[in-house]
């Protein structure tokens, strides 16, 4: 099986090389998929999905993005082998922008390419125990001006401002129980400095660290991650209107407790599933 | 061999995708400003610029040669016309407030409301030939504005260099295209607020101007998510922008049936796509120069700055009676940050500072942009 996917691993590297940047011949490639859902179907915008909640709320999907970064894939030794991220469209130095809308009216912001693999280099094959990301865009690269970013820090949708720094994530719905729908905004708080000087820092990080076990059998073409936001949402009450990561929400406890803050154990959002028969 | 040829393949790829772009223009931009994106069908030179100029104020651009494109966009205005909507060469009214062209280059679709419209070559077809309305009313008159053009003393030799190399250069996608080129060179960088935070300046901003820009970026008001970054609007697009983000809002201007329904002819996005959700959905415009392009909004219905703080203060505008009546504020359709707030005088003022710091002068009078015709 290692075998196999070596083989498999290093024919994929020569073809990326000649969709992006040249790499060199040691490096592995790496292709992690990831898949959006709601209760095992796909998430789509525009489509409801029934029974989200403890609230048994429907829901009708609307955006769902997050910023990763600091990707790395752990070997059966413990060592963590960094992901060095391709430079493509949604991945610029170690941050990644994973995005499962489609822009256009249903989705309410945001555009119609989606990305959902995070594809790069490992400078070792492993094999690998567990893969380690953080959700969120790193300290020094959140107080910058938007809108003068390469892609994909350059969305105005998963940003603030420049005080405030990126959104590290985004989810929105419509919902049956809440008249204004329900979002998730993860963002950086308490924040002081001035950005424009370039001294802004926030106390309040909020950037989950996830970590997802991986079974021995674990391949890029046979496991992706699921998030999956029946899953994800199964214990949070959605007849409130979520959580803007404001520091007085009484909300945010809940919600941030899902994404693994403080307990990065307690996280419901992500895990690593076989990947079905499609 | 096959080994080779990758890699070779891979090298002339990763020069195409990874190196820098060649720089062809010096846009004079201060550090921190990305440059604009510009066509590949569409170098910028100096000639193409100048002969945009030209035809921009030239009124044998319109069918009766009573207008050019300086009668709607004036630059002492911000490149708008201070009217509600605007008139055509023939009087007819377009349903639309014109638009200014502060920093147009940077915009991912142009108009109010069009989400196809992309390129200003493009954009400028519909005012020199629509006929629905009729704004410049060339349609059907191409043979006879190139005619026009090839007339006029100083126009064969500005085509000639603006298009080196092409045998008949008088052409209408030519004249198009030097207009674009034009309007991509009029860029509004020298605002106090530039000369604050880009140009090193710490005393361009009053202590008013900088309180106005904490309200202006507070969750209070809300103003920076639909008129954020280096050009006060959620819809950016430069050199580097490889995937654009578009978007439009529904402000909760109108509501007449209790649904957020907006008056025809100005239903926003919703009339390029069918959805019921597009309704009343505009483009944020830039809020540079904003000062001197009243009246404001999609149909110039607001009057002057305050009206339009008045109108994002009560969450939407309300309309007692007539055709229009309701209250937008109710509106279901309206943008999630239009809650609503109370300003006190001072943050009134202060927020009022902060417009006043977003007009650029260089930009209101620059002789570069102005009329070169007697």
Redesign the interface.
């Given at each position: 099986m290692t075998s196999f996917l070596r083989s498999s691993l290093l024919g994929s590297t020569?073809l990326l090389?000649?969709?992006?940047?040249?790499s060199t011949p040691s490096e592995t490639s790496m292709d992690l998929a990831f898949s959006a859902q709601v209760n095992g179907a796909d998430f789509e915008c525009g489509r409801e999905y029934p029974n989200v909640g403890t609230s048994g709320t429907t829901i009708t999907a609307q955006d769902l993005r997050l910023y990763v970064h600091d990707v790395r894939f752990v070997t059966s030794a413990g060592v963590e082998v960094p992901l060095v991220l391709d430079?493509i469209?949604?991945q610029n130095g170690d941050v990644a922008l994973l995005d499962f809308e489609t822009?256009?009216?249903?989705c309410?912001?945001?555009?119609t390419?989606t990305h959902t693999n995070l594809t790069g280099t490992l400078a070792s094959a492993g094999p690998f125990t567990a893969v380690r990301l953080r959700i969120g865009v790193p300290e020094d690269r959140n107080h910058l001006?938007?809108?003068?970013q390469?892609?994909?820090m350059?969305?105005?949708?998963m940003?603030?401002?420049?005080?405030?720094g990126y959104k590290f994530m985004r989810f929105e719905a419509l919902t049956d129980t809440a008249a204004?729908g329900v979002?998730f905004h993860l963002a950086a708080t308490n924040c002081s400095g001035d950005a424009?000087m370039g001294t802004r820092t926030c106390a309040n990080g909020n950037r989950p660290e996830i970590e997802l076990a991986l079974p021995e059998d674990f391949g890029p073409g046979t496991h992706e991650v699921v998030l999956d936001v029946g899953t994800w949402l199964a214990g949070l009450d959605l007849t409130t209107d979520g959580c803007?990561s404001?520091l007085s929400d009484a909300d945010c406890a809940s919600w941030f407790e899902t994404v693994g803050l403080p307990d990065a154990s307690a996280q419901t959002l992500l895990r690593v599933v076989r990947r079905p028969t499609r | 061999m096959r080994a080779l040829v990758l890699v070779v393949l891979s090298a002339s790829i990763a020069s195409a995708s990874c190196g820098p772009a060649p720089v062809a223009w010096d846009w004079e931009l201060p550090p921190g400003i990305p440059a604009p994106r510009v066509p590949a069908d569409n170098p910028m030179n100096a000639a193409k610029v100048e002969l945009g100029r030209r035809l921009f104020y030239d009124v044998r651009m319109s069918g009766n040669q009573t207008q050019s494109c300086g009668s709607c966009h004036a630059q002492e205005r911000a490149f708008t016309d201070g009217r509600l909507v605007s008139v055509g060469s023939t009087g007819d009214h377009t349903p639309r407030n014109a638009m200014s062209l502060t920093n147009v280059a940077y915009n991912p679709t142009q108009t109010w409301a069009n989400p196809a419209l992309v390129a200003l070559e493009d954009q400028a077809l519909v005012p020199i030939f629509g006929e629905h309305p009729v704004e410049l009313g060339l349609a059907n008159m191409e043979d006879e504005l190139v005619a026009r053009l090839r007339a006029e003393p100083l126009y064969p030799d500005l085509f000639a260099e603006a298009y080196p190399g092409e045998a008949d250069p008088i052409r209408v996608p030519n004249a198009v295209r030097a207009i674009a080129a034009f309007e991509r060179t009029m860029l509004s960088f020298d605002a106090p607020y530039d000369r604050y935070f880009y140009r090193g300046d710490r005393t361009a901003l009053s202590e008013s101007a900088l309180r106005g820009l904490d309200l202006f970026n507070s969750e209070r008001l809300e103003c920076f998510h639909c008129h954020g970054g280096f050009n006060f609007t959620d819809g950016v697009m430069h050199g580097g922008t490889t995937i654009p983000e578009i978007q439009f809002h529904n402000t909760g201007l109108y509501n007449i049936d209790g649904r957020g329904g907006y008056p025809e002819p100005n239903r926003g996005l919703y009339e390029h796509t069918g959805s019921p959700r597009d309704m009343g959905r505009f483009r944020a415009p830039t809020l540079r120069n904003i000062t001197e392009t009243a009246p404001y909004m999609h149909d110039g219905s607001v009057v002057d700055l305050d009206a339009a703080l008045d109108h994002y203060a009560a969450g939407g505008r309300t309309i007692e009676s007539g055709d229009y009546a309701g209250v937008g504020a109710e509106s279901p359709l309206k943008n999630l940050f239009l809650h609503g707030f109370t300003l006190s005088e001072q943050e009134r003022a202060d927020v009022m500072a902060l417009f006043d710091a977003l007009r650029d002068d260089t930009f209101l009078t620059d002789p570069r942009f102005s009329d070169p015709w007697p």
């Open positions: 020569a090389a000649l969709a992006g940047c040249p430079q469209d949604f822009g256009g009216s249903a309410g912001a945001g555009n390419p001006d938007s809108a003068s390469p892609s994909p350059n969305f105005s949708s940003y603030w401002n420049w005080q405030g204004r979002s424009t803007e404001g | -």
